[in-house]
């Protein structure tokens, strides 16, 4: 239900619908009156805050629509108990709903069909459509956002005024209230008509389509992100934006879903989505000669089939997961992975990917993580506890949470000497298992107590100037980012407008990376350096807390991947008990781990290799290791990535130019041995000989 507020007003609105039957029943309007009081605003209220009730009320027949009539027809109800139904005003109360909702079907309509003539064929960001065609404002957000409950609520006047009349024994209060309920709900109905005719009318789709051609062909593309998938899976576009940013050729990302393209991290990247594969196509791509993908899915065929362009499988990340392995891999032109790991995984599990077409590209992303150079005197050492979430197998080896959390904190909380630790879970924890859900609580309950004693402790003092300066940075830096996504950005603009207008502002955009660095810094500068802390949300991210930390906790994932890139010590719970030989063979990653049972008592090695990194016993693994599976630290990962595109699109252009020169040749010589006078046949058409 979400907040026990939310949960309050849906037993209200829940239990207020048999308060209105009993109320009309009775009869009582000042109790019918308190009940629809309550109906409406619970509705209301819940409507507001996108109650997962709301959205299954309509699933089972009880929708917005429904529970509006219902109240009307115990209206009526009332006024025949009530000895009224030989009165105009229940004849009026019954015309006023007729027509009333004789006015949702065309309100309705014109709705629906503003929203699909605003819906674009091709959507953009970073493109600039609009000096090539003319797209009109969108209707006030008010005539459009929550529309049918706007709508349905203009009862309200209706609804008062007969609940009055019935009250008072005067129909004329009653018809008032009518008389306001028609005339809103006609004018809203007529002020809805403009925007489905004449200028107001974005252009058509050739239209849409003609310009952004024109565009392509101006601007001529390079190199293109494709990506196709859920909501859910933006994060594994939004991974490669930096990256795509520092490309040294024209780059260019190509979305297949509208949710994909609402949930895009801000980026200077011209992006287009294309939703319809026949539209995909028809695009004007042939300056494009390398095209990347970061997932595999079925709608890569729309662009796999371009054979004037190389295909780049990149992925999402790099792990020993079996989508890193994927059969469908060798449907392109070449894989990169990250390092060595990467191509031995495609030969040990012989999918058909060739090793000749596997290259070591390093992982751009991980550029933010700054390597390890021992604790700083005078600040005790971090430990950053980062477990994965419980996955949907119900698999005890996906997080350590459930059986080995609790343990794992209770021990580095009363670790002597101490340490701090930083406790930032998954996400999605907890939202599949109830016991991974109260683990975590316990476990945030647990880091929250550890840090009110320690603050307590004479042993550890704080400096309470230097965090109130420091909190008072992060104020001002808050207000400048809000200010700054309040003064761009799509929010509140329809799909059309966020075409037209949606193109960055590279000052702010720049600026805001500039705050938000700002942001991170003065963030652990606003508590001591010793405080335990439970880190939600999507800030600070987790390389921030990378980089704060001296080690880590963690469960088989792309987290441990990237934490290598730190070159510091770091530990892997074995939470399915397979033993630590076993659990090293079969993970690559925790080769160079501490690997702790759920009891977690192999803490000690771990922190031991922190206090003391001339006897840390896994330091030359851990490098090997980083070598091994994200490669090498010179050249730069982006260096090497650009090198591989650069020398991939020397194949396509060398590709190119000799399939010209394979049909030209072949042309010339179909002229050559064609019989003088004789037309030379189409493929698949006779010439007419041996006809009958």
């Known amino acids: 239900m979400g907040s026990a507020a939310e949960l309050a007003a849906a037993v209200l609105m829940v239990a207020g619908f048999p308060a209105l039957m009993l109320a009309a029943l009775v009869p009582s309007v000042p109790a019918f009156a308190a009940a629809a009081a309550v109906t409406y605003l619970a509705d209301h209220y819940l409507h507001r805050k996108g109650s997962y009730l709301i959205n299954r009320l309509g699933k089972v027949r009880a929708g917005l629509s429904i529970r509006f009539l219902i109240r009307q027809l115990l209206l009526v109800l009332l006024l025949a108990r009530l000895s009224l139904a030989d009165n105009l005003i229940y004849y009026g109360a019954i015309a006023c709903f007729i027509a009333f909702y004789g006015l949702q079907a065309p309100h309705g309509a014109l709705v629906q069909l503003i929203r699909n003539r605003r819906r674009m064929p091709v959507a953009t960001r970073n493109v600039d459509l609009k000096s090539r065609i003319r797209i009109p404002d969108a209707p006030p957000r008010g005539l459009l956002h929550r529309s049918a409950e706007k709508m349905l609520h203009l009862d309200l006047a209706a609804v008062v005024g007969i609940l009055v009349a019935a009250q008072v024994k005067s129909a004329l209060v009653g018809f008032v ?100 594969g026949v539209h995909l196509m028809n695009l004007d791509l042939s300056t494009v000669r390398v095209a990347l993908y970061a997932a595999n899915v079925g709608k890569n065929i729309h662009m796999l089939r371009v054979p004037t362009m190389k295909h780049v499988f990149i992925g999402h990340g790099d792990s020993d997961k079996l989508a890193s392995v994927n059969p469908f891999s060798k449907v392109y032109d070449e894989v ?18 060739r090793d000749d077409d596997i290259v070591e590209v390093g992982r751009p992303q991980l550029a933010p993580i700054q390597t390890w150079q021992g604790v700083p005197d005078g600040r005790i050492p971090t430990v950053l ?55 975590h609580q316990r476990i945030a309950a647990l880091v929250r107590k550890a840090a009110t004693e320690r603050a307590a402790d004479s042993r550890f003092a704080a400096d309470s100037t230097a965090q109130t300066q420091a909190k008072a940075e992060l104020a001002r830096i808050e207000a400048r980012i809000a200010q700054l996504a309040g003064s761009g950005g799509d929010k509140g603009r329809d799909e059309a407008e966020a075409t037209r207008d949606g193109q960055v502002d590279v000052a702010r955009h720049e600026e805001v990376a500039r705050l938000r660095a700002e942001w991170n810094d003065a963030y652990w500068r606003s508590f001591p350096a010793w405080e335990h802390r439970v880190i939600t949300g999507a800030e600070p991210r987790l390389y921030d807390c990378f980089n704060v930390s001296d080690a880590m906790v963690s469960d088989i994932s792309s987290v441990v991947s990237d934490f290598i890139a730190s070159g510091k010590p770091y530990a892997v719970t074995d939470s399915a008990e397979v033993g630590a030989e076993e659990f090293k063979r079969n993970n690559t990653a925790v080769r160079a781990a501490v690997i702790l049972s759920n009891s977690a008592t192999e803490l000690g090695e771990l922190l031991g290799a922190v206090r003391d990194p001339a006897a840390d016993p896994l330091a030359e693994d851990r490098k090997e290791l980083k070598q091994y599976l994200l490669g090498p630290d010179e050249p730069a990962s982006i260096d090497q990535f650009n090198t591989a595109v ?30 003088p006078g004789q037309r030379v046949s189409a493929a698949g058409e006779t010439d007419g000989v041996g006809t009958a």
Not at 247 to 273: F, G, M, Q, Y
Not at 426 to 436: E, I, L, Q, W
Not at 647 to 675: D, F, H, M, P, W
């Open 177 to 276: 209230g009518i008389g306001i309920t028609v005339a809103l709900g006609t004018l809203y109905v007529l002020a809805l008509v403009p925007y489905v005719r004449g200028r107001k009318i974005p252009p058509k789709a050739e239209r849409v389509l003609a310009a952004v051609d024109d565009w392509l062909g101006e601007y001529k593309p390079e190199t293109v992100l494709y990506f196709s998938g859920s909501k859910d899976s933006a994060y594994q576009v939004n991974m490669w934006l930096d990256t795509m940013e520092n490309l040294d050729t024209k780059p260019l990302i190509i979305l297949r879903e509208r949710a994909i393209l609402n949930n895009l991290a801000p980026t200077t990247v011209p992006v287009i989505c294309v939703p319809g």
């Open 336 to 353: 990169w992975t990250a390092g060595r790991a990467g191509r031995d995984r495609y030969a040990i599990a012989d999918v058909g990917v």
């Open 385 to 439: 506890y980062a477990p994965t979430w419980e996955g949907w197998d119900g698999n005890p080896g996906n997080t350590s949470i459930v059986l080995a959390g609790e343990n794992i904190v209770n021990r580095l909380v009363t670790a002597d000497p101490p340490v701090r630790v930083l406790y930032k879970p998954h996400p999605f924890t907890g939202t599949v298992s109830k016991d991974a859900k109260d683990a």
């Open 646 to 675: 650069a020398n991939l699109a020397i194949k396509a252009e060398t590709r190119n130019v000799g399939q010209e020169s394979r049909v030209s040749a072949a042309a010339e010589s179909e002229l050559a041995n064609a019989v």
